[in-house]
Structures are given as C-alpha cells and as structure tokens.
C-alpha cells in the first residue's frame, strides 16, 4: 500500500463539498495514511469536528492553540511533520489567502510553514470558479509549484450546471497514491550510501565528533530502496529507525568507514556519501582513562584518509560517485573545488547560512552541483522530499 505510514494533512475550507472530506479521510486510512485534519472556522459550518477526529483517529485543529488549556497547535510542527498537504475543499476565499499569504487561520499559516508538497481541490458555483479572480489565484498557487486537483463538471449545489464540483474522494486519493508511487528505475543497480558522523576516541570515554544526526543519510537510503536499487547503508552512530529493505553496517570510526566502503565499492554502480566524516582523529586513543594533571593537555591529531577520494581513485567504468558538501563560507565555489580534488562526479552542497538546512534538522535546502558546472538549487523541504530529487538530479545528470 503506497500511502501506508504517509503523513498527510488534510486542510478543509468552507464550501459545501465539505460534506465529502469524511469519506475521503475514511479511505486515507484505509489505506494507511496519518492523517491530521486542520479546519477553517467556517469549514465548521459544513461537516463536525466530531466526525473528522473518530474517523481520522486524531483531534481536529481550527485554533492556533487550545482555550482551554492553552496547548500549541503549532502550524511549524504540523508544516514540517506532513509528507503530504492536501486542502479540500479549496474555496475561493482560501485559495485568494493561500495565493496571498494571508494568514489569518490555522489553515493558512500551515500552509505557509508546509515543506512537503501541496495539493488543492477546489470546489464552489461555477461563475465564482470561472471569474478572472479565482483563476489567477490557481495560476499563482501552480507558479509556487503547488498541484490543483481540477473540480469536475457537473450539477451543483446551486442547482446550476458546470466546472466548481468537488473531485470525488476516491478520484483524490488516486491522485495522491498516483503521486508516491515511485517507479523501480534503480532496479538492478546497487547504491552504497554513507550517513551519521564518526566517531574517534581520545580514551575510553571521550571522543571527537560533529552534530550529523544521520537524517539526510537514512533519507537518501530509504530513496534508493522505493526505486528498486540493492542499498548498502554505511552509518555512523545513530539514533534512527532503518529504513527497511536495505543492508545496514554499523562503522565508528573513519577508518572503520573506509574499510566498510572499501569492501562494498566494488559492486556500487552509485556511490553518495552524506556522512559528516571526521577529518582528524587523536594520535593515539588511550586504554585507560586520561587523568587531570592540572596542565593544559595537548591532543596531537592526524589527518583521517579521505573516503570518498580513495574510492574515487579505485572508479572502475560506469560508476558514479557524489558527495556532500558542508560549507560556511564561499559555498559554492569550495563545493566546485571539493569535485575536482577527491575527483566527483557531483556534489550536493547544503550551507549552515540556511537556516533550516544541515545537521540535525528534518529539512534542508541543497545546490546540487554536476562536474560540468550545471546547478540546481531546491527550497527548503523535508529531507526525504530532498532525498527525492538528489536522485532525480543523479539519474537525470548521468542517464540511469
Ligand atoms: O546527518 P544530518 O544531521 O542529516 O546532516 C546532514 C549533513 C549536513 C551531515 C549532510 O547533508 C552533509 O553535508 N554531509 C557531508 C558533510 C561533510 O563532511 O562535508 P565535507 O565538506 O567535510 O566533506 C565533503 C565530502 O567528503 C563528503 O561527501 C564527505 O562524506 C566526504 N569525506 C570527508 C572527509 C573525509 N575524511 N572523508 C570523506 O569521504
């Protein structure tokens, strides 16, 4: 089931068509979904917060923020947990707010805070559907790159005949199962990806690390696993759930890191490493633990070998290898000269200038940059939509 474990918010305005969104919620869970209903006040008017909350199994938000405990309905939380925004009905005067950013409810501040994609169905009398007004507002909606679920022809609630019918529940859910289904294009290769930080110990209790929580990493694996590929996922410590459908190796060190890609280049047809690997490690990690001595200690470090350039040298014909780019200043042009001295065929470059994008953080915005020069730059999504279109970049770039 494609939709199964698919965050969806399901943001209902005020039009009639209302009457259809709990049976449309019905067949998003049975097949699967999560689904978080958010409500203008005038949606009210037309189908109950009762209705929606027993049928999607969650409470139903209209309130920024609950009067009676006071409680957040965080429209950032609920932008950033979604994979998937959906408003149904869309009236005319949410898709004029939506097309305006005119945040005047919950719906529309979640929708301006949303990273994932949005759908929109609109639904109302065909003469408010068909004006010059509502017309420009789905033209502004699709330039943001948001999909319209295009209402039927056909009776409507005025009793006139034409375009402004809602699309029917079972038709929308096409539409969004349509929408995940990933087709197998990576069957038969195999994609070796590296994810999380290292570790290098000074002694038995400390160590030297970064922040990589391994987020984008285990995005990127997971990808590689809906096209069809065979995934080797190389991490670092952790703390996430695998992607199921994959092989996992656990590394620590650099050095551990090395040797476990060394083993599995070989058979790679892909190769991206989106693991924050530690430069340096301590000389010597000590047996026992290291003492105060009252002095200032001195930590002599060495260089750690650089993983994605040995396997670089090590590139038998066909084999494609990307990297990742953590930059904080001159970005892309330290980007372009990462892929000429470890030898890549591209790189994605991801900046701490961008807030939101990085370590730790559920979403993040990249430059993917090819050998050649050519760029794509993305907005600030989820890191699994993210993940999406780094392979897009790969199989467009190098026709896989
Ligand atoms: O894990 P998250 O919290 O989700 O954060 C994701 C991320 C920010 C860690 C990820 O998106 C990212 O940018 N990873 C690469 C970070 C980094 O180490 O960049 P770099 O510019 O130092 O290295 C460039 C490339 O060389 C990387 O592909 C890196 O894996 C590789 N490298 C670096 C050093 C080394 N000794 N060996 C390597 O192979």
Redesign the pocket.
Known sequence: MVLKGKKILLGISGSIAAYKIPILVRLLMKEGADVQVIMTPAARDFVTPLTLSTLSKRPVFTEPFNPVDGSWNSHVDMGNWADLMLIAPASATTLAKMANGIADNLLITTYLAAVCPVFFAPAMDLDMFQHPATQRNIQTLQSYGNHLIAPRDGELASGLCGAGRLEEPDAIVGVIRKFFEVPQSLAGKKVLI????TVEPIDPVRFISN???????YALAAEAVKRGAEVVLISGP?ALEVPKGLTLRKVTS?QDMLQACTEEFESSHVVV???????YRPDKAETSKIKKTGHKPVLQLTE??????TLASMRLAGQFIV?????TDDEVQNAMK?IDS?GLDA??L?SLNDRGA????DT?KVTMIHRSGSSLITKLES?EVIASRVFDFIQESFDL
């Open positions: 590296t994810a999380g930080p922040h990589s929580s391994g987020k984008m990493g952790v650099a490493m989106a693991a924050a690997v530690a430069d750690n070998p650089d993983i994605i350039k990297g990742f780019a953590l930059e990462k470890k790189i994605v991801n990085g370590f730790g953080t993040n890191k």
